[in-house]
């Protein structure tokens, strides 16, 4: 089973960029669906964004597109997501996750793995 951590949470200003990292050990991401979930007290957690095997393959939910970005380096075992023009309702608990399968879902019950968590402020 593949182990990812994730990386490069913070606090930000809304406005702001942050950049988070999804790595990999164990096992190649290249042959997984990638996701980015988020989960605010309180809140269920969500589903961000998600890449396919094919880095062209990606889907943003509404509330991120045109600000988020997820992308992959398969070379590195790492996967991204930029975060632009942040707002505070972006604060929250960020993970990663891998799911097998060819499409990108954003069902939480098809994701096998999961990272730890990194956290994301962003302050008005």
């Known amino acids: 089973q593949v182990q990812l951590v994730e990386s490069g949470g913070g606090v930000a200003q809304a406005g702001g960029s942050l950049r988070l990292s999804c790595e990999a050990s164990?096992?190649?991401?290249?042959?997984?669906?990638i996701g980015w979930f988020r989960q605010s007290p309180g809140k269920e957690r969500e589903f961000v964004a998600g890449?396919?095997?094919?880095?062209?393959?990606?889907y943003h939910t509404d509330s991120v597109k045109g600000r988020f970005t997820i992308s992959r380096e398969n070379g590195k075992n790492t996967v991204y997501l930029q975060m632009n023009r942040l707002k505070p309702e972006d604060t929250g608990v960020y993970y990663c996750?891998?799911?097998?399968?060819?499409?990108?879902?954003?069902?939480?019950?098809?994701?096998?793995?999961w990272g730890q968590g990194t956290q994301v402020t962003v302050s008005s």
């Open positions: 996750a891998a799911a097998t399968g060819y499409r990108i879902t954003s069902d939480r019950r098809s994701y096998t793995s």
């Open positions: 164990g096992r190649t991401l290249s042959r997984s669906i």
């Open positions: 890449i396919g095997w094919n880095p062209g393959q990606t």
